[in-house]
């Protein structure tokens, strides 16, 4: 198929469960709304005839400030329809850069910033760049008014990009992604060939819609598939972790997953009587990625919910980024030993089949040479679902050509391949040098942790010092969520200090532990290293990095 839309898919896809529940949508206290095909496809022309009515005849190129729900989703199958282009991104919030969305829309062309009544003041503050002027119409999808300006201009053509994504922002900007129907389509194919999923499938999704991991893999291609996917707020997950195992059983989900903090926290905060109730045993793809796996995290899940009938083989790590649509590695099956990183610390592999190993390379940064077996380099990605360029910006050292003229994305990630699983180990910008070795800040962190079970892993910044003191870095870690601060902070930080010399020679010259909640993330809840290390080394003794006493 060569349409430049989705929309011939979704229309075969929505017949195909016209009478079938094809997404669930979970509220509070229990409550659901499942909606069929039938009713999703009356439900997406009556928001198409909205938009006629107040923005004029499409398509159309949304900028969805969205919280997860219905709106969202029925917004996501009006746009693609209708032949526009969806690009979601995260509703405003406390300490969002100036003018983000004026950026974003005007970077993707955006005829309109969808949004509620609730946060339409706050949309609008983020779309002005100071003078007042907006470069689009806002329409609040609850109280829809017509926009004047937006009926009098010509029919835009169809998109060539059904979806614009955004990277996650972790060390600078988010960049836009631009990604075309054949390489979701492409996407989408790889991942029913290697986890099965079709019209049986029961997608659990807790995941912001907002991001390649939520909207790709546990919306758009769930119904692309003619799955049925039941989506819960990820707020829920957050604030009680058992809420999303809870769903997994009720709804006998088969498919679902998320980064590695979510297994952290259902270890961490659902007590073994509350888990007796669960039955798992539905659960075939337990999914983790978005973040290098710490090592035993995924056997601990595995040991922790075997009684509840979660099979061993169900849980795996997998790696993706916005950039290659979303999925480029990994898959269930017998649970792999973890294989060491570039020092002591372990990590959790990537299971790689034919296909996604034809589509890697580890590379060596400067000359883009193969390494072999073994050797960490930098990850390389190729393939049909790997995007042209970003949107609005030319980012030379993004991309790659080899002799064959291969399209190549330059992924910034380190990693290495062994025993036919690829080992995701951090992040080129993220290394301390020692005596000539690059040490993963994420190694640092990892070690650190293991100084206490309060410690968060996940919730962590290690970064060098001053260039002049080689092998010398700086840690500002997080407790856990619902932890006591700890009762001695100075023995616990001469615990991780000793642990961190020791085991890859890193002299910690400073350790900060901090509530919770402290540290710069990104909207998919990465730690922002760069801009927490900018800050730090700015103003060290600023009164938000004070140490929890």
Request: glycine content about 10%; some cysteine; charged content about 20%.
């Amino acid at each position: 198929m060569n349409d430049t839309t989705l929309r011939p898919d979704l229309i075969d896809a929505l017949a195909g469960r016209g009478d079938a529940p094809m997404i669930t949508v979970l509220g509070r206290r229990g409550q659901s709304v499942s909606l069929t095909g039938a009713e999703l496809r009356v439900r997406s022309e009556a928001m198409q005839a909205m938009w006629d009515r107040c923005l004029g005849p499409g398509p159309q190129i949304v900028l969805t400030a969205l919280p997860a729900g219905e709106d969202f989703l029925i917004a996501l199958l009006t746009t693609l329809l209708g032949g526009g282009t969806m690009v979601p991104v995260a509703p405003p919030r406390a300490g969002d850069p100036p003018a983000r969305l004026a950026r974003m829309a005007r970077t993707c062309g955006a005829s309109a910033v969808l949004c509620t009544t609730r946060n339409r003041d706050a949309v609008v503050a983020q779309l002005s760049d100071g003078d007042g002027a907006l470069p689009c119409p806002v329409l609040a999808l609850d109280a829809p008014e017509p926009d004047t300006a937006a009926l009098s201009r010509p029919p835009r053509p169809v998109s060539a990009f059904p979806v614009i994504q955004h990277t996650s922002g972790s060390t600078r900007f988010p960049k836009a992604v631009p990604v075309t129907a054949d390489q979701i389509r492409a996407n989408c194919a790889l991942i029913q060939q290697l986890w099965g999923m079709d019209r049986n499938t029961v997608m659990v999704n807790w995941l912001p819609h907002y991001h390649d991991m939520g909207l790709m893999g546990c919306i758009l291609y769930p119904l692309l598939s003619g799955s049925h996917s039941v989506q819960m707020s990820p707020f829920d997950m957050i604030r009680r972790p058992l809420s999303w195992l809870e769903a997994v059983s009720e709804w006998r989900g088969t498919i679902s997953g998320g980064p590695s903090f979510a297994f952290l926290e259902c270890l961490n905060r659902i007590e073994p009587d509350a888990a007796q109730g669960l039955d798992l045993s539905s659960w075939q793809r337990a999914f983790c990625g978005a973040e290098p796996i710490p090592a035993g995290l995924l056997d601990r899940f595995r040991a922790r919910f075997a009684p509840q009938g979660l099979a061993p083989g169900a849980v795996f790590g997998c790696y993706g980024m916005a950039e290659c649509t979303l999925f480029a590695a990994g898959e269930a099956g017998a649970p792999g030993a973890a294989a060491p990183a570039i020092g002591a610390a372990l990590v959790e592999g990537c299971l790689l089949s034919d296909t996604t190993r034809a589509g890697l390379r580890i590379a060596d940064p400067a000359s883009g040479r193969p390494r072999p077996e073994g050797i960490t380099g930098e990850i390389w990605l190729s393939g049909a679902s790997v995007i042209d360029g970003y949107l609005g910006e030319d980012d030379p050292d993004a991309f790659a050509a080899d002799r064959d003229g291969r399209h190549w994305l330059r992924t910034g990630d380190l990693g290495y391949v062994a025993d036919d699983r690829l080992f995701i180990t951090g992040r080129i910008k993220d290394i301390v040098i020692v005596n000539g070795r690059n040490i993963a800040a994420a190694e640092i962190e990892w070690i650190a942790a293991q100084a206490h079970p309060d410690l968060n892993p996940m919730g962590a910044a290690a970064f060098a010092a001053a260039q002049s003191a080689s092998g010398t870095a700086h840690l500002l870690i997080e407790i856990r969520a619902g932890a006591p601060a700890p009762a001695d902070p100075d023995a616990l930080a001469r615990k991780i200090r000793a642990s961190v010399l020791g085991h890859c020679g890193v002299a910690l010259a400073e350790i900060r532990i901090l509530p919770r909640g402290t540290l710069a993330r990104t909207s998919s809840g990465k730690i922002r290293r760069r801009q927490v290390a900018q800050d730090f080394l700015s103003a060290p003794r600023s009164v938000a990095l004070e140490p929890q006493r």
